[in-house]
Each structure stands twice: as C-alpha cells, then as structure tokens.
C-alpha cells in the first residue's frame, strides 16, 4: 500500500454511500446487527442513505470523514458536534423487515448516546471504521489525526468497548485518556464493559504548538531535501516510474491533490522533495506520523525511476532524515516499513544503522513481508 496515495477529507453528498454504509455497519459488533446481519443489505443501505440524507441525523454526511486510496473510500468516521440534539433514522422510511431493530437500537443505543453528547463541549467521534485488509497498516492513525484536526483544537469524545484493545491503543497513542469506565453502552448489552475517552483541549493546543507547520531544507553532499511547490509535486509525480507497476498513467489532479494533502497534514505527515545540486527534483521523503509523545516518526522514500536509483542518493536521503528528525524535531526513534522483495531499500538501511525488528509475513500489496526497520537517534 502506497500512503502517499491516501487521502482523507470530508464526506460528499455523490460519495458511494452503500460503502459508507457498510463501514458503518461494521463499527460495532452489538448495535447493527440488531438491525440486520447483512452489512450489505439493500434494507440497511435504504436506511443509511435516508439518513445519510438528512440534516440532523447523526450519519448526516456533514459529520462524516473518510479516507481514500487511489480515490475508492476505504475507512470512515463520524465527527458529531457536542451540545446539539441528534436522531437516528427518524426521517427515513423504514422497510419493515427491520422496523423492529430499528427501534430496538435507536432506544437502547442512540438514544443513551444523543442525551449524553448534549452534557458533553466539543467533539464527540464515533463509528471509526477501515477497510479490515488494511488494517494494521496507519490508516486509521491517519484517519484519526484527520479527525482531530478538524476539531480545531476542542474537546474530544469518545466510547470503546474496553475489551478492543487495538483501538484504546490507537486512541491513547493521540493523547486520549480514560476519565470512566461502564457497563452497557454498547448496544444496551449490560455485560460489555466499556470506556469513555477524552482528548482535553489543553492538549491539543499544546499538540499543534509541538507540530507547528514548517518549511523543510536539509542540505547534504550530493541531494537536498525540502517541502515541495506545487509545480515540483507534478514534476515529481510527471517522471514517476515504479518498479513494480507497468501500468502508471500521470494523473496531475491526483498530484494536486496530494499536495494539497501534504500542506493539511504537514504537523505530522511530513512530505520533503529530494533535490540533485542542480535542483532537479528526483525523488521524495516523508516523516510519517510524527508523534512528540513518543519521541518518534516514520519515514517513507522513493525515487521517481531507474535513472535515479542505486546511486547512493536514497542512503543520502535517509541519512539527512535521521538527522533532521534528531536534531530539529528533537526525536529519538525512527521507523520505516520496506517489502521483504526491496533488496535495495534493505541495503539503505543497512547501511543507515536501521535494524529490522519486526516481520509482518504477507502484509504488501504484492504479497511479499512487510519487515519494520528501527534506529535509535
């Protein structure tokens, strides 16, 4: 999976709402299936779209995020503002096959959940859901940074069954903690232990004073590395030429849109140009989820074609990268994910003081291992 190629932004009226529906289906193991089984089903995708329709329904697309790769939605988020009165479903036309699980959740969930969210100030995120073949990959990271930064800085909500480890660790590495713990919010299911979670604004401000946007320029031997102009990410994208796709066709709205995405996330994805001494731009480093936190951030590189590559300029890059990251980002741990197939990424980083610490066996798009690499800064 490319990163470079996910975009997150808000949810549109023409978006594909049945695969919205279906991400939404799949949140909660307790609440939809009360309504029907089938995520798929043409009765819930008829209910969603109703709602999805409707201004004031809590899956309002107003209050939807999602994330998309190679322009398919494959993760979503509802984003719902605190203090105002929500419903669920009370405008749509309800096929009778689900009628009576319609109104057994709205009572037994959405209602609890609406009563709450008036107390509450800010922001209240629910229903995050990826794609379950990327799972495991930073998508939801991505997409839960996303999330927060559209709430400008307020108060944060929100609820986990306490028993879905992976998403409380997700939540607590974006600074969430947990303030109570319950029984029942889950679908009305009283045996389900759960936890409510807050990102308080004070440190959110303290966050994006940490992750101020900056212009990049790391100058080495041979290459520089900086933030990129809009004409330099078409150039870039222009003379692409991957490895392993024969099929790659210039897209220069993609291009654009991937660098307006690299302005909106720059505080924690980080996206740099690599530059020869004649300023021909070659190639590209990003710091990927850069979290001060943790004293850590991850990068990703490529060079646009085989005119570029085994030239020592990637070993460069890396290098000016674990620099940059130490010494002007103050970090002390540096990750980066290479396909077990890449023997000359290996090599990079090799030769960069990277170790591979972990190996996740057929986890590539092409089917090869992902190996995670690592380096004390």
Known sequence: MNKQKL????????????????YVHLTDP?????ITRDCESAD?????????????????YENIKVIELEGKIVGIACVIPCGKRFTFAESAVIPMSIEQGVALTRKKYFEPLFKENIKYRGYNITNICIEPTLRGRGCGSIL???CIESCNGAEIHLDVIKSNTAAIALYKKHGFEIRTEYFGFSGGNEMVLCHHMILAES????????????????????ISLRTMTQKEMRALWRK????????????????DRLYAQSLEHSEWNAVTGIFTKTDEIIGSLTFERIVYSENRCDISLFLANEGYRGKGYGTEAVMLAKKYAKETLGLKRIYADVS?????????????????????????????????????L
């Open 7 to 22: 975009i997150c932004r808000a949810a549109r009226i023409e978006d594909d709402i049945a695969g919205i529906a279906k």
């Open 30 to 34: 307790y609440i939809y299936p009360e």
């Open 340 to 376: 077990s197939n890449n023997a000359r990424m290996k090599a990079v980083m090799k030769k960069c003081g990277f170790q591979n610490t972990k190996t996740y066996k057929g986890d590539m798009p092409d089917g090869s291992d992902r190996l995670v690499y690592f380096a004390l």
């Open 44 to 60: 819930w995708v008829a209910l969603f779209t109703d709602c999805y329709e409707t201004k004031g329904d809590i899956f309002y």
């Open 203 to 222: 440190k959110q401000q303290s966050k994006k004073q940490e992750g101020e946007a900056k212009m990049i320029d790391i100058h080495g031997k041979s």
């Open 144 to 146: 839960l940074d996303y």
């Open 240 to 255: 692409y030429e991957p490895e392993n796709e024969s099929d790659y066709t210039y897209n220069e709205e993609e291009a």
